[in-house]
């Protein structure tokens, strides 16, 4: 897939979510184990396709700043291109300098292929900085793999 395309497969379509969506965005991310706070359906886009909800993602909002979050594609549906689809469609419809965290080298490689860099949580906002600063101390306690990156504009 060429990263710089901004492509739908035929058959699925992007949206904002409704508060009909909920049920199943929480489904989504309970399923990929994902953080299960802060799911508001007012942050949220999704994919679906052939009537079903595919894909789902969301912007959560702080002062100065946003949080891609809560980006999973349903397991019948991966591969296929969605994931990179809404990336890239929720860094265009970011209004404020973006940041996210994932665990493990896998997933950071994945975002990087979209623009984000690693920053440390020195540089972050400080609006992120109480959020972050937590997972980055559970990355320290518990030896997680957490990776915290700003999306970099015109990378
Ligand atoms: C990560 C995820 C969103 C990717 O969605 P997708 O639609 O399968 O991805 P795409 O088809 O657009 O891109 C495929 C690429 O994603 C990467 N990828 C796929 N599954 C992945 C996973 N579980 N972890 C990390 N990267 C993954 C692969 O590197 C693959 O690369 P390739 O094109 O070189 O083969 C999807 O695997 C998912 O929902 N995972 C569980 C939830 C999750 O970890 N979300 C991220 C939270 S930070």
């Given amino acids: 897939m060429n990263e710089n395309s901004l492509e739908l497969q035929s058959g699925c379509a992007v949206r904002p979510a409704s508060e009909q ?3 199943s965005i929480r489904r989504l991310v309970w399923s990929a184990k994902l953080d299960p706070t802060q799911l508001r359906w007012e942050q949220f886009w999704v994919i679906e396709c052939e009537g079903k909800l595919a894909a789902c993602g969301q912007l959560r909002n702080f002062a100065g700043a946003q949080e891609l979050g809560s980006l999973v594609v349903a397991k019948d549906w991966r591969d296929r291109g969605l994931g990179s689809y809404l990336t890239k469609y929720l860094i265009q419809q970011a209004t ?5 965290e994932c665990l493990g080298s896998r ?10 860099t690693e920053v440390s ?3 972050l906002p400080q609006s992120l900085k109480f959020k972050f600063g937590l997972s980055q101390l559970a990355k320290t306690l518990f030896r997680i793999p957490v990776t915290i990156m700003q999306y970099q504009a015109g990378f």
């Fill in 21 to 23: 969506d909920m049920k």
């Fill in 121 to 123: 949580v020195q540089e």
């Fill in 107 to 116: 997933l950071a490689s994945f975002y990087t292929r979209f623009g984000f």
């Fill in 96 to 100: 404020e300098p973006l940041y996210l």
